[in-house]
């Protein structure tokens, strides 16, 4: 078991700075503006030879019950309730707030231990500050930059005891594994092959229900939901396993149109979406089913496929669309006509809010990872090929016809073909698509992208007839 440090505090002290920081890499979105995260995003921190896990929390405030803040303040204890020790920050250039009181004195009650951190000190212009957080009553202040890296070799010595004391539990939770290992019929130690996660990333417009999707998933509220349009800013990723699958669901801000996104934080957000896609092995587009497959739906879709990641339409709010059979005979009309590169791309429907008709989604999204992950052999795909050219023979190129020598699949991932030709560029895009689709068709590849590479090449095998 690796110890677990809470990064807390009000908006805008540095949290995700430090987070960033701690983690070695900019995991969490940083800016001036108070309030950008709102999810506890989770990541593996590290200082010299302290190997920990590391939670980033919503700045602290004060809120009406079931408003933004109240959500966000009930994200922040869950964090800290599974969390081994809290770091409070402070702001030491500003000094001591209201809401930093408000939540010391509520944090001196709680069970977890506390570090109180004063952060901003470089220079002399955090000293005062420092010094004012004695008052909070959480100990002794480590004074620190988490922008510069001052005072992390103090942050070191602080949370070494914690460190260390998971390490021991963990050394006690080994034995016990070790003591129950299961045994086959034989009698002897089975063996479980051990996988990465898929890592599945949930898009969409805003407010269409994407981490109320995600919570319904987890079995808890581990993300804010709320009617608010735009509560994710950055992609928060949460480890879950189905069916024993591990997965990594990635919750990502809502894709708004270009010409609407103004903001710098927006845009920060809409990278880091993208960004999100261009790293998911599957991805689940969210839509509302009371406005199913808008422009914005179809230009978040053309994104996925042009990455070449595996799709799966996820139709939202079921649970309210009046004409269910209308609205899906046109989303599937929509869909051959605007995206017939991805022919027969799986469309599920329910209701994340009730949780109706859920149980479709998972079979779906495993179904298409794997037509993903498909590989065909050459031989098959050799005489496909035969059998492609005879029903419909490539076009001629200055009188001559262009001759389709071999076939052979360059990798998966998504499924990516070459075919070695006498002419390769003089064969026109249609027929490339042409075979693009046959082989969909022929080796029952619904919905996912393939690739299709033209090479100029003798066959490999001509010399071993």
């Avoid at 809401?99 to 944090?107: P, Q």
């Amino acid at each position: 078991m690796t110890a677990t440090v809470a990064i807390i505090g009000r908006p805008n002290v540095g949290k995700s700075t430090l987070f960033n920081r701690l983690v070695g890499r900019r995991l969490a979105l940083v800016d001036d503006t108070p309030g950008v995260t709102r999810d506890r995003r989770e990541g593996e921190g590290r200082i010299a030879d302290l190997e920990f896990r590391l939670i980033d929390t919503a700045g602290l405030e004060v809120g009406p019950e079931d408003s933004l803040q109240d959500r966000m303040w009930t994200q922040t204890k869950a964090a800290l309730q599974e969390a081994d020790v809290g770091l409070m920050m402070i702001d030491a250039r500003t000094g001591l707030t209201t809401a930093d009181e408000h939540f010391a004195e509520i944090l001196r009650r709680a069970e977890t231990p506390v570090i109180l951190i004063a952060n901003k000190c470089e220079g002399r212009q955090g000293q005062s500050g420092m010094l004012e957080s004695y008052s909070l009553g959480l100990g002794d202040p480590i004074a620190l930059s988490a922008e510069h890296g001052e005072g992390i070799g103090e942050l070191y010595d602080v949370l070494k005891p914690f460190v260390d004391a998971a390490e021991v539990d963990d050394e006690f939770a080994d034995l016990e594994i070790e003591a129950g290992l299961a045994l086959d019929e034989d009698g002897e130690t089975e063996e479980e092959e051990v996988g990465g996660p898929i890592q599945m990333a949930i898009v969409g417009r805003p407010n269409v229900g994407k981490s109320t999707l995600i919570n319904r998933l987890l079995g808890e509220e581990r993300l804010i939901t709320g009617p608010e349009a735009g509560l994710t800013r950055d992609s928060i990723s949460v480890e879950w396993e189905w069916g024993g699958q591990r997965i990594k669901l990635v919750d990502t801000a809502g894709l708004r149109k270009k010409a609407r996104v103004q903001e710098k934080l927006e845009r920060m957000s809409t990278a880091d979406t993208t960004r999100s896609i261009r790293y998911a092995q599957i991805v689940v587009l969210v839509i509302d089913g009371q406005s199913p497959l808008e422009k914005q739906d179809l230009t978040i879709a053309a994104m996925v496929i042009n990455e070449g990641r595996s799709l799966v339409i996820a139709v939202n709010k079921w649970d309210v669309v009046e004409d269910r059979k209308e609205t899906m005979e046109s989303l599937y009309e929509r869909l051959e006509k605007s995206l017939p590169q991805v022919r027969g791309v799986p469309v599920v429907s329910f209701s994340a809010l009730t949780g109706s008709r859920m149980k479709t989604l998972m079979p779906a999204v495993i179904g298409a990872y794997d037509t993903w992950n498909r590989r065909i052999p050459t031989g098959k795909l050799n005489r496909w090929l035969s059998l492609a050219t005879e029903s419909h023979q490539p076009p001629a190129a200055r009188g001559r016809p262009v001759r389709l020598r071999y076939a052979t699949q360059a990798k998966t991932r998504p499924p990516t073909f070459v075919v070695f030709a006498s002419v390769p560029d003089a064969l026109p895009e249609s027929y490339s698509r042409y075979l693009i689709n046959d082989i969909r068709k022929v080796f029952d590849l619904p919905g996912t992208p393939i690739r299709l590479m033209l090479r100029t090449s003798e066959n490999p095998y001509a010399d071993k007839k």
